[in-house]
């Protein structure tokens, strides 16, 4: 990690690869939840990069028995 590198539990919003190392999550799933939610105020879009936003993901995840 570089010492300008934000760590990722400290990141506002994640990448799609990174939200899948972070919650233990498939990429192709946490895809698919983007595709099926494209209105949740837990996602973002950055052009056409898909954001997670961490907290807002993370109570989504807490009230869920399964994903």
């Known amino acids: 990690m570089n010492n300008k ?3 990722i539990w400290e990141k506002y919003t994640l990448t799609i690869e990174e939200a899948s190392r972070y919650f233990r999550i498939g990429e192709n799933k946490l895809r698919r939840l ?3 939610n494209q209105n949740a105020d837990w996602l973002l879009m950055n052009g056409n990069r898909i954001q997670i936003k961490r907290k807002k993901f993370e109570k989504l995840i807490d009230k869920l028995d399964a994903i």
Request: charged share 50%; hydrophobic share 35%.
């Open 5 to 7: 590198d934000v760590p």
């Open 34 to 36: 983007a595709e099926e």
